[in-house]
């Protein structure tokens, strides 16, 4: 005799994060049926529209936010400096003081910080501060940090950004996360996701907003997935490390200081198909392979979970579509999301913006007054001259660089003393390596870590090394059959 399926009316749900295969238990009635389908449509178009449309080449997110950020002219940076600041007097007093007797988010927060995180807190705070002093007040400061090519080329551009986008990003992600969306684009790329990549088919989403918005969301989109046990461990650190990548407007300004405008295109194409056969490689070896099938709840991820849906059929469409009404049914309030993303959000945006400072200032002062870069050039070589890559000596220095900042490897190109002579091969090779290494401490390997993300320090820093080694021999081959 079958067994009767469970039947959970939209009244009777207590998770609005239930997972995917339990929607098809949710029976839709009536006016809840309505609500789900207009729901579903209207937060859809609105999150598409935010995150993915563009009005004369730049995002409306990326308009949004910027807009924001312009709102408080120069005063922006005395926020950042108040947010960094204090931050850092929480984690001496959470860490040091209250030694974990206060039970409250805050706490819980700093609670599980290290001495490290101590050195990094107030590293931040003397950054931003003295970048502050010097840029709204013009009082002088010490060159190594306020300079164009390091806290120049990190507190403005990215610190600030930052800010802008955690806050912006709090208010539509909800859009794009609890109202179905997800769930017809993992219903519908799962069966190419999941054998490629061994991600589901949501990963996509995380993917294209890197792509067309900033690798900072896409980090940020794929941490919330993960704390909502969309994706397991594994699967998390697979999406963050491999799809995080920059978007086409910051392409677009790395590969014309390249030199290599005209073929804007055809590097672009070239390196968006690099970026996913990096990562269908990298997913199958360590660190990534080694983390644990488990969600962040602690259930651990079964076999079954995996094959669902790694075939297309008939009800491929249908099962995407209902679910997808059905996620925006049972989804808290629009309002209720919204305050409870600011709120998660609130609580990671000083560690976020503390650690980008820290971390990306200090990295820009050993990329540009160290020779550190440079002596790790020579391990990468003769690795080029196997690979035959065109004036190999004069940009083996750009391959480690970027792990401190993804526009340094064109930026040390031009400065070496062969740079007039570089080949136009040998630039765009530069180009497509830097584009595919995803992973840098100005930006995306700082907010896996200030998220707190399921990533020690030093797996990153073998993702880097890996996904540059295997990044070589492909633009190679690219530069010698493409351009």
């Known amino acids: 005799m079958e067994e009767k399926k469970k039947v959970i009316r939209v009244e009777e749900v207590t998770d609005p994060d239930m997972m995917s295969k339990e929607l098809d238990s949710v029976v839709l009635e009536g006016g809840n049926k309505t609500k789900g389908i207009i729901l579903f449509l209207i937060c859809s178009i609105i999150g598409i529209a935010v995150f ?40 001496i007093y959470f860490k040091y003081i209250d030694k974990g007797k206060t039970k409250n988010a805050f706490a819980d927060v700093y609670g599980n910080d290290k001495i490290i995180h101590t050195v990094l807190y107030g590293l931040g705070a003397v950054y ?69 990549f061994k991600v589901p088919g949501k990963s996509a989403l995380d993917a294209t907003a890197s792509f067309v918005s900033s690798s900072s969301l896409g980090v940020l989109i794929t941490n919330r997935l993960w704390k909502n046990c969309v994706y397991t461990e594994k699967e ?69 979970e995996r094959k669902e849906g790694a075939r297309y059929s008939v009800q491929t469409i249908p099962t995407g579509i209902w679910r997808s009404v059905k996620r925006a049914a049972i989804a808290h309030s629009v309002p209720k999301n919204v305050s409870l993303s600011l709120k998660d959000s609130i609580l990671v945006l000083p560690q976020v913006l503390t650690m980008l400072s820290a971390i990306g200032v200090s990295a820009m002062i050993l990329a540009e007054y160290t020779p550190v870069f440079k002596w790790l050039g020579y391990i990468f070589q003769p690795v080029l001259m196997l690979c035959q890559v065109p004036d190999a000596a004069a940009i083996a220095p750009s391959m480690p660089v970027g792990i ?21 091969q040998a630039r765009v090779f530069v180009c497509l390596v830097s584009m595919c290494q995803i992973i840098f401490f100005s930006e995306t390997a700082t907010v896996m870590m200030a998220t707190k993300s399921p990533i020690k320090f030093w797996e990153i820093i073998v993702c880097f090394i890996e996904r540059t080694l295997i990044a070589i021999p492909l633009a190679s081959l690219a530069v010698h059959l493409i351009f």
């Open 128 to 196: 931003v501060i003295i970048y502050t002093l010097w840029i709204v007040h013009g009082m002088n400061m010490p060159e190594i940090v306020i300079s164009d090519a390091t806290g120049g080329n990190v507190i403005p551009p990215i610190v600030k950004g930052v800010f802008g986008i955690v806050l912006a990003g709090a208010v539509f992600m909800p859009f794009l996360l609890n109202y179905g969306i997800l769930e017809i684009i993992g219903v519908l790329l799962e069966p190419l996701m999941r054998p490629l």
């Open 404 to 424: 401190a900042e993804m526009f340094l490897p064109v930026l040390v190109m031009n400065s070496t003393a062969a740079a007039v002579s570089i080949s136009m």
């Open 52 to 91: 993915f449309g563009q009005i004369e080449g730049s995002t409306i997110f990326g308009i949004i936010y910027n807009g924001f950020v312009d709102l408080f002219g120069q005063a922006i940076y005395w926020i950042l400096s108040i947010v960094i600041t204090a931050n850092f007097i929480c984690h």
């Open 236 to 304: 998390m650190v697979a999406i963050m490390t491999g799809f995080s990548a920059v978007s086409i407007g910051f392409a677009q300004l790395v590969i014309d200081t390249a030199g290599c405008g005209a073929q804007f295109f055809e590097i672009y194409a070239v390196s968006f198909v690099m970026v996913f056969l990096i990562e269908m490689i990298t997913v199958r070896i360590p660190p990534v392979s080694k983390k644990k099938d488990v969600y962040y709840n602690g259930k651990v991820q079964t076999e079954e």
